[in-house]
C-alpha cells in the first residue's frame, strides 16, 4: 500500500515537472517568435511537454491524495 502511494506521488510530481518544464519551452518559442528567430521546433517540443506533464499527472491522480 505505501509502496503504491510513493510511486503516485514520484510519478505525479514527475508529471509536473514536466508540465512546468513545457511552459518554459513555450515561454522561450514566444520571445523567439517576437525577435524573429527560428521558433518552431521549440514550440512544438513545448505543446509535447505540456501534454505529457498533463496525462501523467491525470494517469496518477493528482488532486486525489
Known amino acids: ?7 503516485t506521488y514520484f510519478f505525479a510530481l514527475f508529471g509536473l ?7 518554459c519551452l513555450f515561454g522561450e518559442a514566444i ?3 517576437y525577435q524573429e528567430k ?3 521546433f ?3 517540443s513545448s505543446l509535447i511537454l505540456i501534454n505529457m506533464g498533463i496525462g501523467i499527472m ?8
Open 42 to 44: 521549440i514550440g512544438t
Open 58 to 65: 491525470i494517469k496518477n491522480k493528482w488532486g486525489s491524495f
Open 17 to 23: 515537472i514536466i508540465f512546468s518544464s513545457g511552459l
Open 31 to 33: 520571445i523567439y517568435k
Open 38 to 40: 527560428e521558433w518552431f
Open 1 to 7: 500500500m505505501i509502496n503504491k502511494k510513493i510511486k
